[in-house]
């Protein structure tokens, strides 16, 4: 295509003159919003002059990713990229030159807010679902004196945790929770609650020959998780009902005459009174 040609007052006939005009130098007048998220992906606003045809826009140096921008060349929209907190400068560039900073804030993430912890205590076993209650809690995890809750959810609000906890020692224990932007600490603590010890109230039967092979049924209280052993020979079989109060079994073979009976739970261990009789 030539290059179009007008009269301009003063010159000789046909002197050509180029249009368009050169691109001027990009000059940035306003970012709107001046501030955002370290995290970045949010939308900033570029208003100016001279800014058609950028051909990069840049955020403390690193490039941004240009949505719209009109052809007169007054506004661009880029998102911002992730950068670490701080002020930076944004330039635009393009066929005319780079544009003076105008600087945009990187803001740091709010820290985690807990507000609650339901509930505050459970068995030193662990195993104990809790939920946490609080603010910007994305990303968290949990500890329990120092040990990693298991199971750990965050809801999409960023408000509320869920887990398991750990197994830890009877007492009160702090609880941490961490996020990239910092850590809060439960106000109160959980504490961890020894299981009560076992109770052998009866055993039924009180004897059985010396094979073994005899299904029993020893009941008293706090039998959850119980084992059971005839003169150190553990039982078969053993079952807990899920009232804790409960064990039924098969005998092992023992020698004929009284052997000692034991239950054994996480919370200690019991005696059976008048133990078994091998006959």
């Given amino acids: 295509m030539s290059t179009p040609v007008v009269q301009i007052p003063g010159l000789p006939a046909g002197f050509p003159f180029p249009f368009p005009f050169p691109p001027s130098t990009p000059t940035i007048g306003a970012l709107v919003p001046s501030f955002g998220p370290a995290s970045g992906g949010n939308l900033v606003l570029i208003v100016g ?16 990713s240009i949505l719209f921008q009109d052809p007169i060349g007054l506004l661009i929209i880029a998102t911002a990229p992730a950068h670490a907190a701080g002020t930076v400068p944004v330039v635009v560039t393009n066929a005319g030159g780079t544009s003076a900073p105008a600087m945009y804030t990187y803001l740091a993430p709010a820290g985690p807010v807990v507000l609650s912890l339901i509930p505050t205590s459970g068995p030193t076993t662990g195993g104990t679902p809790f939920t946490i209650v609080g603010a910007n809690l994305t990303g968290a995890s949990v500890t329990f004196n120092g040990v990693a809750a298991t199971g750990v959810v965050v809801d999409p609000t960023g408000t509320v945790v869920t887990g398991v906890t750990p197994a830890g020692t009877a007492g009160n224990v702090p609880v941490v929770v961490t996020t990239p932007s ?39 209280s706090n039998l959850t998780g119980a084992s059971v052993t005839f003169n150190g ?46 006959v």
């Fill in 182 to 220: 910092g850590s809060a600490t439960v106000a109160g603590g959980y504490t961890y609650v020894a299981p009560a010890p076992p109770v052998a109230l009866s055993l039924v039967p009180a004897t059985g020959p010396a094979a073994g092979g005899t299904p029993f049924v020893l009941v008293g």
């Fill in 233 to 278: 020979v553990a039982a078969t079989g053993v079952v807990v009902d899920p009232t804790g109060t409960v064990v039924t079994g098969v005998t092992p073979a023992g020698t004929a005459g009284n052997a000692p009976v034991v239950v054994t739970t996480p919370g200690g261990t019991a005696t059976v009174a008048g133990g078994y009789t091998y």
């Fill in 49 to 64: 002059s001279g800014l058609a045809n950028a051909s990069s826009v840049t955020f403390g140096g690193t490039p941004a």
